[in-house]
């Protein structure tokens, strides 16, 4: 049985892996992005590291919003990219999805701090606690089994 994992008063999280999203409402697109390595992609901005995702565009797919926020954030661009799920999101009553992509690094282009984004980086998996506080909580660990799964990466 899954369980939400509560994030705040208000709000609470749950898991959907292979979540067939129909005509309910999205606010973000992110992906869990590896390099030959198995190394995670990770970008900071003022303070926080996590992984490199964003809001959508009027009219943009789901693919081009991930394809332009992993450019804009972390100058990468991708390939191999595969559909993880959603996390739902219940916030103040009102329920949405942050829809979660993984994929393989195919350009590692020159860093630019052009946005709101001002570092990039990859991580070992057994690392990444040290650098996102959050992600051995149950709705990022269970992203990150999914994404492992995809890729056959072992611990």
Known sequence: MNCYEQISDNCKMLWKENF???DEKYTQVSGYIFNDKNELLIVKGEKFWTI???HPEEGETQ????????????????KDIKYLGAVEVVENGEIYY??????????ILEFTKEWEINERLFVKLDDLNKYITWSNGVTFKSQIISAKKVWNILD
Do not use: W
């Not at 693919?63 to 991708?78: H, N």
């Not at 942050?98 to 393989?104: D, F, M, N, S, V």
């Open 20 to 22: 067939t999203l129909t």
């Open 52 to 54: 490199p995702g964003g």
């Open 63 to 78: 693919l081009e919003t991930l394809s332009r926020e992993l450019m804009e954030e972390a100058c990468v661009t991708l």
């Open 98 to 107: 942050q829809l979660r992509y993984t994929a393989k690094v195919k350009d």
